[in-house]
C-alpha cells in the first residue's frame, strides 16, 4: 500500500510536467491558453486507536483538475487588416452549423471564394444580411458563413435618412435665406443634390424648402428646382430646436419623387432629433453655417480594402474612400468557459460542463470588444512555468526517494530471519 502512495504521487507529478511541457511548447501559439493543474488527496484509510479523533492514513495523491487559464493574453499588430484579437471575453465562432467550434485565434483571411476562414479553412461565422431601410447589418438569428469577395462589384445602397447639423442665425433679417446640400443617393446608385433651403420669417421662427435638380426628376425642367418637401422650424428661448411643422421637433419623413432614370421611389427621414432628443438644428446668435453632414447612401463600387473595428464589423473600402459596414463577427461567451474541450488547432469544442453558448456581437453581454489587425499572443508565463517546473521535478524526486526508503525496509525486514 505504500508504494502504491507513492506510485500516485509519481503519476500526478509526471502528469504536471506533462502539462507544464505543453505550456511552454505552446508559448508561442496565437491566443493558447495555458493548464493548470491541481491535486487532490485520494481516501484516507481509518487505522482505528484510541485517539478521540479519527486515525487516518492518506492512501495517496490523484490529479483534481486540469484547467485552461483564460487570463488576457498580450497583443501584436500584425498590420494584416483579416487579422483580429479579442480584448476581454469571449470566442470567435467558426465552422458550420454540425461542425461548429470556437477560438480565440484571430488570424483570419478570406479564400478563393472571398470567404473569411480560420488559418485552417474553417469558415468564420457572423452576420451579413442588411436592413433594406437603414442599410444597417441584422445582428439577430443565427450567424452564418461571412462572404464578401473583394474586388467584386458592390450594389449601391439607396439613401433612407439623412442629417445636417446647422445653426441658424438669431439675428437674421425676416426674408434672409440659408441654404445647406447633402448628396443622396438612389436605388440605382446615382447622386443627386438635395438643397435645404431655410428662410427667416420672425425671430426663432424658419420655413424650410427641400429640393432637387429639375432635370432628376421625371417630368421635371432642367435648372429648375423640383421642390419635394416644405415646411418650417422653430427654436425655444435657448435656441434649441423646439417645433417642427408647427408640432413638437421630431424627425420627417420625406417622400421621395419619381427619378428620371427609373431608380426605386424610396421615401428617406430627415434627422432632426438625435437618441438623446438633442436636434440638430440651433438657433444662437452666430453666422447661419453647416457643421457637419451625414446620409447613409452609397453608389456602386468595387471593394478594393477592408477592416475590422472595435464592435467587429468588417468595414470595406471602395471609390474614392468611401466606407460601409459590410459584414459583422459575432462572438460567443459560456457560462464556464473552463468547462470547454480543447479540439486542438487553437479551437474549443462545447460540453455539457461549459453550457450553451451565448452568440451577439463584441461589447455586448459581457463580451470584450475587438482589435482589428492584431493578434492575441500566448498567456504562458516562462518564469512561472519553469518555477512549477522544479516543483513537479522536486515532488517527483521525492516520491522516488519515498518508494526507495519503502524498498530499502522491505529489505531490513526480510533479513530479521537470518
Not at 49 to 71: C, D, E, H, R
Not at 198 to 218: C, E, F, H, K
Request: charge should be negative.
Amino acid at each position: 500500500m505504500s508504494f502504491s502512495t507513492s506510485l500516485s504521487g509519481l503519476n500526478a507529478n509526471a502528469q504536471k510536467l506533462s502539462v507544464i511541457g505543453n505550456n511552454l511548447a505552446n508559448i508561442n501559439t496565437i491566443a493558447f491558453k495555458a493548464s493548470t493543474v491541481d491535486f487532490s488527496d485520494l481516501v484516507s484509510q481509518s487505522v482505528g486507536g484510541s485517539s478521540s479523533n479519527p486515525m487516518q492514513i492518506g492512501l495517496g495523491v490523484t490529479t483534481g483538475s486540469i484547467a485552461p487559464n483564460f487570463s488576457q493574453g498580450g497583443m501584436a499588430n500584425t498590420g494584416v487588416p483579416t487579422n483580429v484579437a479579442i480584448q476581454g471575453a469571449g470566442f470567435f465562432v467558426v465552422g458550420a452549423t454540425v461542425e461548429r467550434s470556437y477560438t480565440r485565434a484571430g488570424d483570419f483571411s478570406f479564400d478563393a471564394n472571398g470567404m473569411l476562414v480560420t488559418a485552417d479553412g474553417k469558415p468564420v461565422q457572423g452576420f451579413t444580411a442588411t436592413d433594406p431601410l437603414t442599410g444597417q447589418i441584422i445582428t439577430t438569428g443565427q450567424p452564418g458563413s461571412i462572404i464578401v469577395p473583394p474586388g467584386v462589384l458592390r450594389a449601391p445602397t439607396t439613401t433612407t435618412q439623412f442629417s445636417t447639423s446647422s445653426n441658424l442665425d438669431v439675428n437674421a433679417a425676416v426674408g434672409d435665406t440659408f441654404t445647406a446640400s447633402v448628396q443622396i443617393y438612389d436605388s440605382l446608385g446615382a447622386p443627386h443634390v438635395a438643397t435645404m433651403t431655410y428662410t427667416n420669417t420672425g425671430p426663432g421662427a424658419w420655413d424650410y424648402s427641400l429640393t432637387v435638380p429639375g432635370q432628376d426628376v421625371s417630368g421635371g425642367t432642367v435648372g429648375t428646382p423640383n421642390v419635394i418637401a416644405t415646411g418650417s422650424v422653430g427654436f425655444d428661448s435657448l435656441g434649441q430646436l423646439a417645433t417642427v411643422n408647427g408640432a413638437a421637433a421630431a424627425d420627417v419623413v420625406i417622400t421621395a419623387p419619381a427619378w428620371a432614370n427609373g431608380a426605386a421611389a424610396t421615401d428617406f427621414t430627415w434627422d432632426l432629433v438625435n437618441a438623446n432628443n438633442v436636434g440638430s438644428l440651433t438657433g444662437y446668435q452666430a453666422p447661419s453655417q453647416t457643421s457637419s453632414v451625414t446620409q447613409n447612401g452609397a453608389a456602386a463600387g468595387t471593394i478594393d480594402g477592408i477592416s475590422i473595428n472595435a464592435a467587429g464589423q468588417i468595414v470595406a473600402t471602395f471609390g474614392a474612400g468611401k466606407t460601409v459596414a459590410v459584414g459583422q463577427l459575432c462572438l460567443a461567451n459560456f457560462n464556464n468557459p473552463q468547462g470547454l474541450v480543447k479540439l486542438g488547432g487553437n479551437a474549443f469544442g462545447e460540453s455539457a460542463a461549459a453550457g450553451s453558448a451565448n452568440i451577439g456581437v463584441a461589447g455586448t453581454g459581457g463580451r470584450g470588444t475587438l482589435i482589428g489587425s492584431n493578434l492575441e499572443q500566448s498567456n504562458v508565463d516562462i518564469a512561472q512555468e519553469f518555477t512549477q517546473m522544479i516543483l513537479a521535478q522536486r515532488g517527483y524526486q521525492a516520491n522516488s526517494k519515498s518508494i526507495t526508503t519503502l524498498d530499502e525496509v522491505l529489505v531490513d525486514t526480510l533479513n530479521l530471519k537470518r
